[in-house]
């Protein structure tokens, strides 16, 4: 996992990349590091091209963050969806949930 942050002004925007499997074996530690992050940040980007695997745990972890980041009046956005990703939130008929763009960085 990656992290980059722009510290410029308080519309703070911070990205942190998923890399790999986001599953029940990663999800307590991406737990701890994607809250963490967006605690840090107006604005949390999380680009999950690299993603090969999600699952119910792994997704609980993003559904976390977005009502986290609602509560605390932050945002949360999801980019770059890899396939895996989007096979997930399409089956289950998240897109809205989420509210971020579906697309698949190539």
Do not use: C, W
Not at 64 to 70: I, S
Not at 76 to 85: D, G, I, K, T, Y
């Amino acid at each position: 996992m990656s992290q980059d942050s722009d510290n410029g002004d308080a519309n703070e925007v911070t990205r942190i990349a998923i890399d790999g499997e986001l599953t029940i074996y990663r999800a307590a530690d991406l737990k701890v590091t994607v809250l963490e992050a967006l605690r840090k940040s107006r604005v949390l980007e999380v680009d999950l091209s690299g993603v090969t695997e999600l699952d119910t745990a792994g997704l609980q972890v993003l559904m976390l963050a977005k009502n986290t980041a609602a509560a605390d009046k932050r945002e949360l956005r999801l980019l770059n969806h890899s396939p895996a990703v989007v096979e997930i939130v399409e089956m289950l008929n998240l897109g809205a949930f989420f509210g971020d763009a579906l697309l698949i960085h190539s």
